[in-house]
């Protein structure tokens, strides 16, 4: 929900052009770093539903944690937990999504969860906008956060699936 408007986010509590850059580079280097590590965890230590579901609650929490941002260092440590999230989430997602797909028809399996991602995103950016127009950053941070609450609590239930 926050995606482009990170940027006037970023300008708001004092962010130039070049920390906005920073922000979002931190978020890619960190779940770029870590995927790789995190996948590979996920195939031996831990469950993958169990490391999914810990990453939507990292996501949860780095979420709310913009609330108590007031500088471009504080936005540098919630991009890069959220990094962290992402790297820990993400591959556990593609390996469980792969694991459960149809063979026969897995290129219209994956082009309904690519195109599905997109519209939603799309959706989700939207109504964004229309929140922090018409109430606040802080709002929007709320309604983002509960959003990945409930998520992670819904996503929680593959664990007992998985047992």
């Known amino acids: 929900m926050l995606g ?5 986010f970023a ?3 004092g962010g130039s052009i070049l920390e906005i850059s920073w922000a979002w580079a931190i978020y890619l280097l960190v779940q770029g770093a870590l995927s790789a590590f995190a996948g590979k965890y996920s195939d031996g230590k831990i469950s993958k539903e169990k490391m999914m579901t810990a990453g939507y609650a990292l996501n949860a929490i780095f979420t709310f944690g913009y609330l108590f941002v007031s500088s471009p260092v ?19 997602w593609n390996a469980l999504y792969a694991k459960h797909e149809d063979r026969k028809h897995d290129g219209y399996i994956w082009g309904i969860a690519c195109g ?23 709002a929007l941070f709320v309604v983002m956060g509960i959003i990945q609450v409930v998520a992670t609590i819904y996503q929680a239930q593959i664990i007992e699936k998985d047992a």
């Open 116 to 138: 599905e991602f997109e519209i939603v995103t799309g959706i989700a950016i939207i109504i964004g906008g229309l929140i922090v127009n018409y109430y606040s950053f802080a």
């Open 74 to 92: 504080q936005l540098f440590f919630i991009q890069a937990g959220l990094g962290v999230a992402a790297a820990i989430s993400t591959p556990t």
């Open 11 to 13: 300008q708001k509590i």
């Open 4 to 8: 482009p408007f990170l940027a006037i």
